[in-house]
């Protein structure tokens, strides 16, 4: 027999006869004369519901067990679904990994319940309840495993799936966690704990339609969608790779167009400037060769100063004969000669200019 390192306060306990005696109907102490309902424990149970100041609960002799309070939730839970006729039931949805979000397939909802009862299921220290509904329409079989104190190992939801039934978790420990922040300084734990023994709160939380502690454990329906799902999602990112490879390759076709248009342009405007160059090359050189024969007669007279079409001033040497541009001068210009001078080839070849310059 497991124990809990908590002391849970338990509502109910087993009289002789075998039923579920609520605490403010036995007489107090040891003298209540019941046992821990839960049958892996069994201990006599000490009823202490004589004071106003504690909760009225049975108190373990030897510690409280580790079921006992989701091992009455759970036979409550089926009788009170028994006598009450129906059950909510959570909106079914499962995680669409295309889409990338919680997708619903079927929304909350109530059914008729034909019978409940506890079953033994999955192996945990309470039992499960085993819910058959529908009214008019064909019965199906659930159930409800009720957690307060036990989160469902892996092992235990194994168990549950091979009995081939959808399951639905009744998690009272959500609720545990909102009292605790709703509550804050005033929340005291044993006494919400008893609370949820009450047939009371359990009718009302099983009744409640938001079905905020209802959960899917197992659900076929959902596994099949959830199955073809997972294989849509290999299909889809197939074609999805596939898309972006296609795309991958028209924008790689688009850029190669475009580098070739570019290139293309680029050749035909390197082609006019060239042809523009050579123009304007031979231009200037034509209306140099044009310039140098006109310069070649105009230094013969001493009037004006001999410049040719783009402004530069041009000299004959003396000397040598030659007709060139200013700067290749020593020396040149002066009254009646002032297209004439002494070049510097001249100059370097003899050292003696017989000339002087007179106009610097
Ligand atoms: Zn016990
Ligand atoms: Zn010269």
Redesign the pocket.
């Known amino acids: 027999m497991s124990q809990l390192s908590e002391s849970v306060p338990i509502l109910y306990g087993r009289d002789s006869e075998g039923n579920l005696r609520h605490i403010d109907s036995v007489t107090n102490g040891e003298a209540c004369g019941c046992l821990c309902p839960c049958p892996s424990c069994a201990q006599p149970l000490i009823a202490r519901n004589n004071g106003s100041k504690r909760i009225h609960h049975f108190a373990h002799k030897r510690g409280t067990c580790a079921w006992s309070a989701e091992y009455i939730i759970s036979v409550l839970a089926a009788d009170i679904l028994q006598k009450h006729h129906y059950m909510s039931f959570p909106e079914l949805n499962y995680f669409d990994r295309i889409k990338g979000r919680i997708v619903a397939i079927s929304q909350a909802k109530t059914l008729k319940v034909a019978s409940a009862t506890t079953k033994e299921l999955s192996g945990r220290g309470a039992p499960e309840v085993m819910l058959t509904c529908g009214g008019n329409t064909k019965l199906r079989q659930f159930v409800l495993v009720i957690s307060l104190l036990h989160p469902v190992s892996d092992a235990q939801l194994e168990r549950l799936k091979s009995s081939g039934l959808d399951a639905i978790a009744f998690d009272l420990r959500s609720l545990l966690s909102r009292k605790k922040r709703e509550l804050g300084k005033h929340f005291d734990r044993a006494n919400v704990l008893a609370g949820f023994q009450e047939i009371s709160f359990i009718a009302d939380v099983l009744r409640d339609e938001s079905g905020s502690c209802f959960e899917w454990l197992i659900n076929a329906k959902r596994d099949d969608i959830d199955q073809i799902n997972r294989e849509d999602l290999t299909i889809w990112l197939i074609e999805e790779e596939r898309r972006r490879d296609a795309e991958e390759k028209e924008r790689e076709r688009k850029r190669a167009q475009f580098e070739a248009v570019r290139a293309e342009e680029r050749a035909r405007r390197l082609q006019e400037e060239e042809k523009v160059r050579v123009e304007e090359e031979r231009r200037l050189r034509e209306q140099a060769e044009r310039d140098a024969i006109r310069m070649r007669e105009l230094v013969n007279q001493q009037q004006a100063q001999a410049r040719d079409s783009f402004g530069r001033r041009w000299i004959k ?6 007709v060139k541009l200013e700067n290749e001068f020593q020396s040149y210009g002066g009254i009646d000669r002032i297209n004439l001078g ?2 510097y ?3 370097r ?1 003899s050292r003696v200019c017989g000339i002087q310059s007179s106009n610097q």
């Open positions: 040497c003396e000397i040598c004969g030659e002494c070049c080839e001249c100059l070849k």
